[in-house]
C-alpha cells in the first residue's frame, strides 16, 4: 500500500516589477499550475517587484499591451491556494490603505531567508 505523499512546498521570489513588465506575469501564472497540481505555494515580492503589491500598479500594469492586469494574475493564483508575500524594506514606510487585498503579510528578508533554507523548491522569477 502506498503512503500518501506530502505536498512539495514551492517558494516562488518575484523581483521582476513594472520595468520589465512582460516579465510580470510568469511567477504568478506558475504559481497557480502549481498551486492546481496540488503544491503549497508561497510567493515572495521582493525589490522591485514590491510594487506589484500596490493597488495602482497592479490593476494598470500587463504583461502584453492589451493584456489582463497583472492583478488578474494575482487574483488566479491566490483562488488556486497560493500566498502572497511582500519585502518590508528597512526604513521604508508602507502606505497600507495602497495595497491590493490579495496581499496575506508583509514579511522581513530575515524570513525570506528562514523559507529558503526549509522549501523543497526555490524559484526566482
Not at 18 to 38: G, I, N, Q, V
Not at 93 to 106: C, K, R, V, Y
Request: glycine share 8%; aromatic share 4%.
Amino acid at each position: 500500500m502506498s503512503r500518501p505523499s506530502k505536498a512539495q512546498r514551492v517558494l516562488i521570489v518575484v523581483s521582476s516589477g513594472p520595468s520589465t513588465p512582460a516579465r510580470c506575469a510568469a511567477p504568478f501564472h506558475t504559481a497557480t499550475l502549481l498551486a492546481c497540481m496540488d503544491a503549497e505555494v508561497t510567493l515572495f515580492l521582493s525589490g522591485e517587484a514590491t510594487q506589484l503589491a500596490r493597488s495602482d500598479v497592479a490593476e494598470h500594469l500587463c504583461a502584453i499591451p492589451g493584456g489582463e492586469p497583472i492583478r488578474y494574475f494575482i487574483q488566479q493564483a491566490k483562488l488556486a491556494g497560493a500566498r502572497l508575500l511582500m519585502c518590508r524594506a528597512p526604513g521604508v514606510s508602507i502606505d497600507e490603505g495602497a495595497l491590493i487585498p490579495e496581499l496575506d503579510e508583509i514579511a522581513s528578508g530575515g524570513e525570506l531567508a528562514q523559507m529558503i533554507l526549509e522549501y523543497d523548491r526555490v524559484l526566482t522569477l
